[in-house]
């Protein structure tokens, strides 16, 4: 039967490393963004009998996979193993060995079967050893860069953090994020929420929002908002635009103000659409803002906030540039016309697009939220080195091993897509983390080649 075995050390105590793996939201880490994958049911909490459903798709191919924890000895190890799937056989041990003072060597040690025994193993074999060794590259690096990051701030406490927007790309990552480091995370949903969910509801059309649910919470993170790319910009779209960012954003900040335990902090999502196209001008948070539909919207969006900052309550608004994830947004849009030779430059290529990392803007919030008392206002959540777009066509051209010559002219971009193709394809603006790298946050991927690699499971070592 094949073996596939994977190893790590991790500058952590085993019972850290265990401990991780056993909250709520370390397995949606462990996915890989360049796969559709998803957990789509637990049966219960971490140890021996739990259930995980995991839901697959690839391309049309849609299908199931049940794995049972079957083993545990507490810090130390756990088993589980196929129940249902597409492989003959699965039986997963995860071993945690304590090879020096706070040092944990953990491996992954996988005993397998494909469907059609030996010719299974012929046609299929070195594909599936080549796609485990890039997903336990992936698992491992994320697993030591989520406890190395959880245990920098162990010392500043546990948090209880309510999350708009919590089922979207980036607040996903982030929710489980944070409960993978123990904190508890209320996510913020549009209908009424049950007793015992956990869950808080607001609805700023309505003008409804289960107050009470909120107080004493340690901060608020607000990403809730439109998504500005999903369709052409009618006046229509345009408005749902503006209304989801200004007026959600005021009502919920004016909702905080009244209560008698507001959070000490709100972050409040914001977008370098503040600066508007400015070539090549380098951009810092001092910098005016541009002119048009985004960078009006951007500047009425960080004003609403005013009534939580009035009560006394610290608001940052973090600028987002482009986040960059295979698992969503700009990113995955791209990779399937790049992956058929498609792939190109818009317009000349010369437009600057400033760039973060998924698990970079993740690492942002943390730092906000964790350590940093001090900054308030807007900060450019960008990394250190933005990059024309042709440059960025270039490398992931590269990466995917297609040519790139399929240039879409500006007019073309214009003509498909009006206003909405102008302000998000073709304007630029670079844009500098000034405030962030002041603060001292560390950047983990500030280059956009091994950011892709890391998302894309191409990086070939630590």
């Known amino acids: 039967m094949p073996r596939f075995t994977s190893r790590i050390g991790i500058e952590a105590d085993p019972k850290e490393v ?118 336990f590259r992936f698992r491992h690096d994320r697993t030591r860069n989520d406890i190395f990051r959880h245990l920098r701030y162990r010392r500043y406490g546990q948090k209880r953090v309510a999350v708009s927007g919590a089922s979207g790309m980036i607040g996903s990552a982030l929710v489980n994020f944070l409960r993978g480091g123990g904190h508890t995370v209320l996510p913020m949903v549009r209908k009424p929420a049950p007793d015992g969910s956990g ?37 229509a779209k345009k408005q749902s635009i503006l209304a989801s960012r200004v007026d ?35 951009l810092t948070e001092d910098s005016a803002p541009g002119e048009g539909f985004l960078p009006d919207v951007v500047r009425r969006w960080e004003d609403a906030t005013s009534p939580a900052s009035d009560a006394g309550i610290r608001v940052v608004t973090p600028r987002f540039g482009v986040v960059m994830t295979a698992g969503g947004g700009a990113l995955e849009r791209m990779l399937t016309p790049f992956k058929m030779g498609f792939g190109g430059k818009l317009g000349d290529g010369r437009q600057y697009v400033s760039w973060i990392a998924l698990e970079d803007l993740v690492s942002v919030f943390y730092f906000l939220l964790m350590k940093d008392k001090k900054l308030s206002g807007p900060v450019n959540a960008v990394s250190p080195n933005p990059v024309a777009n042709a440059e960025m066509t270039r490398i992931l051209g590269r990466l995917v091993n297609r040519p790139t010559l399929a240039t879409m002219p500006a007019g073309v971009v214009r003509a498909i897509f009006g206003e909405m193709g102008q302000a998000l394809l073709l304007d630029g603006a670079r844009v500098a983390p000034e405030r962030l790298l002041d603060a001292g946050f560390q950047f983990m991927d500030y280059d956009l080649n091994m950011a892709l690699c890391r998302d894309l499971g191409l990086i070939q070592g630590f």
């Open 199 to 235: 869950e808080v509801y607001w609805n700023y059309q309505k003008g409804e929002i289960d107050a009470g649910a909120l107080e004493g919470v340690d901060a608020v993170i607000h990403l809730a908002g439109d998504n500005i790319g999903s369709a052409k910009w009618t006046e």
């Open 248 to 282: 959600g954003t005021k009502f919920l900040c004016e909702s905080l103000a009244k209560l008698k335990n507001p959070p000490a902090l709100l972050i409040s999502a914001s977008a370098v659409g503040y600066y508007g196209n400015r070539g090549d001008e380098e």
């Open 18 to 135: 265990f401990t991780w793996h056993a909250m709520p939201g370390s397995l949606e880490r462990l996915m890989p963004p360049w796969e559709k994958m998803r957990v789509a049911h637990r049966s219960g909490d971490f140890g021996k009998g739990l259930e995980v459903t995991l839901d697959i798709r690839r391309g049309l191919f849609a299908t199931k996979w049940i794995a049972e924890i079957t083993k545990v000895i507490e810090g130390e190890y756990f088993q589980d193993v196929q129940k249902q799937g597409i492989l003959k056989s699965w039986t997963h041990n995860h071993r945690f060995t304590e090879e020096d003072r706070n040092f944990c060597m953990m491996e992954d040690d996988i005993e397998y079967e494909l469907p059609l025994g030996g010719a299974g193993r012929a046609l299929a074999g070195s594909w599936a050893d080549n796609s485990l060794a890039r997903l």
